[in-house]
């Protein structure tokens, strides 16, 4: 199935749904995809890296995990799983995408909050998020994909994080080297596959380089 319309609102591909068992993070779930959604016939590779790479969310009663660019909903699934009791939004801009992780979810026994990009943003207001979870769409352009981070990397709590996975030969190093730029902590924690797992904060942890550093 083509990818080409993941990041458009209302894909104009069939929408016809397909059932399928997937495996996440050790839990197996039965889940609904369809075209016209990212990776909509299996776990792509990325996912899969962060999933395996990302550490268990430290998170308490009530803090913000968002799955951005939820897709028809892994991560969210796993976030769900992993943060009981945490408040877990899934956001994406495309509108199937959203109903596929919203049906995922409650079959699963999970009420996240399943939002397009402009109303969670509405609905963030000036409250912080604790974590992100995120297999960017770097192919929309490197200056949309720098947009997009800005806006969300910077709503991040002082101790929170957001964990990106980007494949390697689309840019990843670069990515970590511009986010360094915009005063941000990026950390890499992991790589497989060909994908580089970053761990990135509002601020440098002490000790994390930085744009400083990198040049030097």
């Not at 591909?13 to 299996?42: K, N, P, Q, W």
């Not at 699934?77 to 939004?89: P, T």
């Not at 769409?137 to 981070?149: F, N, S, T, Y």
């Amino acid at each position: 199935m083509a990818n080409e319309h993941y990041f458009s609102p209302s894909p104009s591909s069939d929408e016809a749904t397909v059932e399928r068992h997937v495996g996440l993070r050790g839990r197996e779930y039965a889940v609904a995809t369809s075209g016209g959604v990212f990776s909509a016939d299996h776990v792509d590779k990325g996912t899969a890296v962060l999933l395996h790479k990302a550490p268990e969310p430290d998170l308490g009663p009530g803090d913000l995990a968002i799955d951005l660019g939820c897709g028809w909903g892994p991560l969210t699934l796993a976030l769900c799983e992993e943060a009981a009791g945490a408040d877990v939004w899934a956001v994406d801009v495309n509108e199937r995408a959203l109903e596929l992780t919203r049906k995922n979810a409650a079959r699963a026994g999970f009420s996240p909050r399943v939002l397009a990009a402009d109303e969670a943003l509405a609905a963030l207001g000036e409250r912080k998020i604790q974590l992100i979870w995120s297999n960017p769409p770097v192919r929309i352009g490197k200056a949309r994909l720098h947009e997009l981070l800005t806006t969300w990397i910077e709503r991040l709590a002082d101790d929170g994080a957001a964990y990106l996975v980007i494949q390697r030969n689309l840019g990843a190093d670069s990515l970590r080297s511009w986010m360094l730029g915009q005063g941000w902590g990026c950390e890499k924690i992991g790589s497989a596959k060909g994908f580089r797992v970053f761990a990135v904060a509002r601020t440098p942890r002490e000790g994390e380089e930085t744009a400083a550093d990198e040049r030097g």
